[in-house]
């Protein structure tokens, strides 16, 4: 009897998962996750990932179990706990997700060594964590990634992609203990946001199929206006893998505007990967070094990540992010600009913070949307500075918006809740603005 091990990492789904398809094409399959105590000791284990992320383990039992299997929870060191499982059953192969941060790439290759000197194989599949592979879209120069995303978009359209995979119409699995489900706690300590979206491909793809029925077709008009709430919400699920990328792409229609736009941002999504990919070093040291000359300022940075730096605009963004554990695209880069350009501020400060609250908050689209907002990435126009007032005329002109989030300006009316300063005493408990900016 041939056996497998299924490694989920960022692909917490059963549907068009090339790792389980493969997996089960074996006698007997182990579906695994390891609570891996080098990512739980690290800035990626927050109170918001760690709510998502035990939701979504639950979910994908809950999917394996109806095929006739179960998941099997592990903790400790991913390449051990591997093996040891690996040995347990007799598997002779171990199926993982290809990702593209510098941790993965070591894990990917610290278990390929492990499990070769145990004369087991290693197998890698990729377009799962992005809908075509880093390497499937280079440009004809003979570099190994693209700098700008236009070209990289064109190609990207261009390029060959796999066919969504069906569920596996069953899993058997061999004897073997199955270990317990984590709660939030056991993964991180502290409290997640109150607002905070349930991670698994049950709740995801119930979004997905809500989304791609009516709403998507207002996206190319509506993505940006903050009052709508027009956009899928469907992040936090494919940084998670709860939802697959390429699965999402193959679904929306390209030929309607709304369906055009949001291809366009999930090739976004996979230009960000493949910049990673390419250069790993970017999740914390500048793609372009620009000698831009930081400020320190503690008391402007602590404003900023409390929501109370006078710009309501601004503020009812940095409130969402801590009440929901998300924020819209246009209320990032807005903020994003605010640090950067504005306070002067070093892009790493604000990467940390949305780190710390985003359930989506991956490295690769996390640093790289603050490098273009920092002029330290692929922007072709470094020193484009977001005006935030410009921005709040542009994107809530009624002040809508901002009167969701931050209640001091509630009875504000219209645009004037843009401007609070210019009321007559200000607004009680609301702070005058931190700095001064063009238009106020």
């Known amino acids: 009897m041939t056996v497998a091990v299924v490694l989920f990492t960022r692909d917490l789904r059963v549907r068009d998962n090339p790792a389980l398809t493969a997996g089960c094409r074996a006698d007997a399959v182990v579906p695994l996750f390891v609570l891996d105590e080098a990512i739980l000791s690290g800035r990626s284990a927050t109170p918001n990932r760690a709510a998502f992320l ?136 502290g409290d997640a946001s109150p607002m905070l979206s349930v991670g698994g491909e049950t709740t995801g793809r119930k979004l997905m199929n809500k989304w791609l029925s009516g709403p998507i077709e207002q996206y190319a008009a509506r993505n940006d206006e903050l009052p709508a709430d027009a956009t899928s919400r469907l992040s936090p699920y494919l940084h998670f893998g709860c ?85 819209p695209g246009r209320a990032r880069l807005i903020a994003a600009s605010f640090l950067a350009k504005s306070l002067r501020v070093d892009w790493r400060v604000g990467a940390e913070h949305f780190l710390r609250w985003l359930v989506d908050a991956d490295i690769a689209n996390n640093q790289m949307n603050w490098q273009w907002a920092a002029g330290t990435g692929t922007d072709t126009r470094p020193n484009r500075v977001l005006n935030p007032l410009r921005q709040a005329e542009r994107f809530d002109p009624d002040g809508e918006y901002v009167r969701r989030w931050v209640p001091e300006i509630v009875d504000l009316p219209g645009a004037s809740a843009h401007r609070p300063w210019r009321e007559k005493g200000g607004v009680a408990d609301y702070p005058a603005p931190i700095i001064e900016v063009v238009g106020m």
């Open 54 to 189: 035990a939701a979504a383990l639950a979910e994908l039992d809950d999917e394996l179990r109806a095929m006739g299997g179960q998941l099997v929870l592990r903790r400790g060191s991913v390449v051990e706990e591997v093996a040891r499982v690996a040995a347990r059953v007799g598997a002779e192969t171990v199926h993982i997700a290809a990702d593209v941060s510098a941790y993965s790439r070591r894990r990917e290759q610290a278990l390929r060594e492990r499990l070769a000197g145990d004369d087991r194989e290693l197998r890698v599949h990729g377009a799962s964590v992005t809908s075509v592979e880093p390497d499937a879209v280079t440009p004809s120069t003979g570099r190994d990634h693209f700098a700008v995303f236009t070209p990289y978009h064109r190609r990207w359209t261009q390029v060959h992609r796999r066919t969504p995979l069906a569920r596996p119409p069953a899993v058997t699995m061999p004897r073997i203990a199955a270990g317990e489900l984590p709660k939030p706690a056991d993964i991180s300590a």
């Open 243 to 327: 939802l697959s990328a390429a699965e999402l792409l193959s679904r929306v229609d390209a030929g309607d505007e709304g369906g055009a736009a949001y291809a366009r941002q999930l090739a976004w999504r996979d230009f960000n990967h493949q910049l990673l990919a390419a250069r790993p070093e970017i999740a914390w040291h500048d793609y372009h070094d620009r000698s831009i000359r930081w400020r320190e300022d503690p008391r402007a940075v602590r404003a900023w990540c409390d929501g109370r730096t006078g710009y309501p605009i601004i503020d009812a963004g940095m409130r969402q992010l801590r009440a929901e554990g998300w924020m």
